[in-house]
């Protein structure tokens, strides 16, 4: 009758389900409720080593009472005892400090002394290798000085092994069970530390991309790298840059009627539309500060088109906002627009944050709080840079403080022959 392929995907399923299970399992036993991500992988590390070699501690317990050697036989029996009893103590107290010292210590004593209860080295097949996942474990689950006493613990037993070996008394086992029990103690062990640092490193590496995607969220690349390696101050001065400001009209009266909770949810949807649109021109989000919102383009990476691309920008959120609602309340934004020189960096110690300095900031501010409703208002600077592709209405001059009377346009829309361009 031919094979039922059916039935080994099956088989491969159950099995994949099991160890998910058991791995979901384990990381939930003594888990404590503000344990940082580092301790609960080193958890739940521990509990699928001190649980999921219980089938290979009673199978190796077996053969050797099978063999004729029932006080090597008590050793890993006593394991498969005490370890389930040990993670069921530790998922009451959650002490994982005294769960892995204890944990540790089996794995280390107990290969040892199947070792000596057979005769030493060579009768036993080497089961002392078996110790060595002690400083193994340990490496990944606690520090470097406490990884270093336990390989010193190991180093101990095996001299004191070689010591006293020309006074063990051999139990008399077959050669060919001593053969073959090498290959399986080898094997094993060498299994066991690929599997779990396999494990161990895939989860890290998964905390360290959702690390790495949240800082990405705080920081551009550059300069999340650029921190990586120096955490000195971080500034740079571009020549040409354009920065925008937008914000809500008649934000705080609307703000005065509705609850914190839906303030913020408005907000949030508003930012996340706003968003899309910024990783759509990849440009740069410098931060929002209450119902204003920071952009900027030419840095950290420069760009020739930075007045264009952000005036486009600023046209397309104008639309966006236009055409749809917010927690249900139709919004108008005042969005201004400058370009020129400014220096741009992180500097503190703690809560990084990208920011921008320099008149050319400060004008760009001025242009969204002197604007209008639903107008995209821009200096001559950014005029003079955009002129070409998008018609403009010049406004005359408002009077900035500090600056005096500032040439004004507002944006229309693209010229004719870039509205073709863009079809």
């Not at 990944?140 to 070689?162: N, P």
């Not at 959120?317 to 960096?345: H, Q």
């Not at 209008?372 to 209405?393: A, K, P, W």
């Amino acid at each position: 009758m031919p094979d039922d392929p059916s039935a080994d995907i099956r088989q491969t399923s159950t099995a994949s389900g099991l160890a998910a299970r058991l791995v979901a399992w384990a990381g939930r036993v003594g888990a404590g409720p503000r344990e940082s991500s580092d301790v609960a992988l080193q958890r739940q590390l521990l509990v699928l080593l001190g649980v999921g070699t219980l089938p290979l501690t009673a199978l190796w317990s077996a053969i050797y009472f099978a063999a004729g050697a029932p006080l090597a036989a008590a050793v890993p029996a006593t394991y498969t005892v005490v370890a389930p009893i040990n993670t069921l103590i530790f998922s009451w107290t959650r002490n994982l400090r005294v769960y892995r010292f204890s944990q540790l210590l089996m794995t280390l004593i107990l290969p040892w002394l199947v070792t000596i209860s057979l005769g030493g080295f060579r009768e036993s097949s080497a089961v002392i290798i078996w110790a060595a996942l002690c400083p193994l474990i340990s490496l990944l689950v606690e520090g470097l000085r406490e990884t270093v006493l336990w390989i010193v613990g190991f180093v101990l037993l095996l001299v004191a092994t070689a010591i006293v070996q020309p006074y063990l008394v051999p139990v008399g086992l077959p050669d060919a069970f001593v053969t073959w029990f090498f290959v399986l103690n080898l094997g094993t062990v060498i299994g066991i530390v690929f599997v779990f640092m396999h494990y161990f490193v895939g989860q890290r590496n998964y905390f360290q991309e959702r690390s790495e995607t949240l800082l990405l969220n705080i920081l551009p690349r550059e300069i999340a790298e650029a921190l990586k390696v120096n955490r000195s101050t971080i500034a740079a001065h571009y020549d040409a840059a354009s920065v925008l400001f937008a914000d809500v009209v008649e934000f705080t009266p609307m703000a005065a009627t509705m609850s914190p909770l839906r303030l913020v949810n408005l907000l949030n949807d508003v930012f996340q539309c706003f968003d899309d649109l910024v990783e759509k021109y990849d440009l740069e989000k410098i931060k929002t500060i209450g119902d204003c919102y920071m952009v900027a383009a030419g840095v950290p990476r420069e760009r020739p088109d930075h007045a264009a691309v952000l005036v486009q920008l600023a046209l397309d959120m104008r639309e966006e906002v236009a055409t749809r609602s917010f927690g249900d309340r139709k919004l108008a934004f005042r969005i201004g627009i400058n370009s020129g020189p400014v220096v741009a960096g992180v500097i503190g110690r703690k809560k990084f944050i990208y920011d921008l300095w320099g008149s050319t900031v400060n004008m760009a501010s001025r242009m969204e709080s002197h604007g209008e409703r639903g107008i995209v208002q821009i200096t001559r600077n950014t005029f003079e840079l955009v002129e070409d592709q998008f018609d403009c209405e010049p406004r005359g001059t408002i009077n900035v403080k500090g600056a005096g009377p500032i040439e004004v346009w507002h944006v229309v829309g693209p010229k004719a022959a870039r509205r073709a361009m863009t079809a």
